[in-house]
């Protein structure tokens, strides 16, 4: 015989581990993005120096150098969302493929009907399933 709180502790333990794991991979690829962005707005800041010093020489102000930087940086992260949003949503069929995936893996015939299922205008990011 099983107690109650052992039976909830392993028909959860599996949707847990899941979680945490999906945690862990979001948390390595968010850094691995940081990474990146600082790589290439190091880049690119070290082949605008001679432009700096310049600009530098003939009085602008740090913020506004400071400005010149980050600007760069804000335009190639926004450029990047905005093509990302846009190949999501245009591609819908995938987003279906998702829920209807999400769906049949479930165990239960109630949980099924509480997968969030997605229009055509949503992204593959809100295919999750609905909170118990």
């Known amino acids: 015989m099983k107690t109650l709180e052992q039976i909830k502790h392993e028909s959860v333990g599996s949707d847990r581990f899941r979680a945490a794991l999906m ?5 390595v690829a968010l850094v691995l993005a940081a990474i990146g962005l600082y790589g ?13 010093g310049i600009r530098s020489v003939l009085g602008a102000s740090p ?11 804000l335009t190639l992260t926004l450029s990047g ?5 846009a190949l999501r949503l ?3 069929g ?9 769906a049949v893996s479930t165990r239960s015939r109630s949980r099924r009907s509480r ?6 205008r949503w992204p593959r990011a809100f295919c999750l399933p609905v909170g118990r």
């Open 23 to 27: 945690g862990i991979f979001s948390a």
């Open 40 to 52: 290439v707005i190091s880049y690119s800041v070290l082949q605008r120096t001679r432009e700096i």
């Open 63 to 73: 913020a506004n150098i400071a400005r010149l930087v980050l600007g760069s940086g």
């Open 81 to 85: 969302l905005s093509l990302e949003w």
């Open 90 to 92: 245009a591609s819908p």
């Open 94 to 102: 995938s987003c279906r493929q998702c829920c209807s995936t999400w």
């Open 115 to 120: 997968a969030s299922c997605c229009s055509s």
